[in-house]
């Protein structure tokens, strides 16, 4: 319903790290942010506060870039090959969106971070 490109089963997205580094299958990929609720979702939930609601638990999700190209099918298995632990999680991006300006800072000060929190936080912060 959500358009996912991949489904997984057992992992605990909200406290991935962006710059966090998986292995599944043969792809490495890396966390660059959460999925963030949007007027399409709420379209397709059809609900009044849907979006609200979602971004409220926290549970959004996760986007990642394709470090390493290959193959994944089902069962693969996901492996965590890297973890900075000083990154924020995806949970801290959620609150840094909606104008977390502290969160936002962390977020930028990861060098692998996603080119859009540079947009978002000229936005919020007024940075460049």
Same mark, same amino acid.
């Given at each position: 319903m959500f358009g996912e490109n991949l489904t997984t089963l057992g992992l605990d997205l909200t406290g991935a790290r962006i710059g966090e580094r998986w292995r599944i299958g043969s792809v490495l990929g890396e966390v660059t942010s959460p999925r963030i609720p949007c007027g399409v979702f709420r379209s397709w939930m059809g609900e009044q506060g849907?979006?609200?609601r979602?971004?409220?638990e926290?549970?959004?999700g996760a986007y990642l870039r394709v /470090?390493?190209?290959g193959?994944?099918?089902p069962g693969d298995a996901v492996e965590l090959v890297h973890r900075p632990d000083d990154a924020p999680?995806?949970?801290e991006a959620v609150r840094a969106y909606y104008g977390d300006a502290e969160q936002l800072r962390r977020i930028l000060a990861v060098p692998t971070h996603s080119a859009k929190w540079d947009a978002h936080a000229k936005n919020? /912060?007024?940075r460049a």
């Open positions: 849907w979006v609200k979602f971004a409220a926290g549970r959004t /470090l390493e190209t193959d994944v099918g999680t995806t949970a919020v /912060l007024g």
